[in-house]
């Protein structure tokens, strides 16, 4: 399984941007993603997460902002980020478990200016 992050950029304080995390591979269309962040120095941490059908998880932080969303045929899920802070400046991940292997795609930076 491959997965391609994109979309990061910069914006400023209170801006949008979408993110896309597009699946390659086996296995690719029959499971959930996952998103994390990670800031500079710290730790990486739990975004959102988006199954198979559709349901979907956010973490405390980004619960009223941000949404996800898929797009099965194309294997592919957006993560829509409104009202965007600083404190949301990281590189964002994207993940997928199959069977006890979890796999990551490169990250995308996300910066946000005050």
């Known amino acids: 399984v491959q997965l391609q992050a994109s979309g990061g950029g910069l914006v400023q304080a209170g801006g949008s941007l979408r993110l896309s995390c597009a699946a390659s591979g086996s296995g690719a269309s029959r499971n959930g993603i996952g998103w994390y962040r990670q800031a500079p120095g710290k730790q990486r941490e739990w975004v959102a997460t988006?199954?198979?059908?559709?349901?979907?998880r956010y973490g405390d932080l980004v619960k009223s902002r941000f949404t996800l969303s898929r797009d099965n045929a194309n294997n592919t899920v957006y993560l829509q980020m409104n009202d965007l802070i600083p404190e949301d400046t990281a590189v964002y991940y994207c993940?997928?478990?199959?069977?006890?292997?979890?796999?990551w795609g490169r990250g995308t930076l996300v910066t946000v200016s005050s």
């Open positions: 988006i199954a198979r059908g559709g349901a979907t």
């Open positions: 993940n997928m478990w199959i069977g006890n292997t979890i796999y």
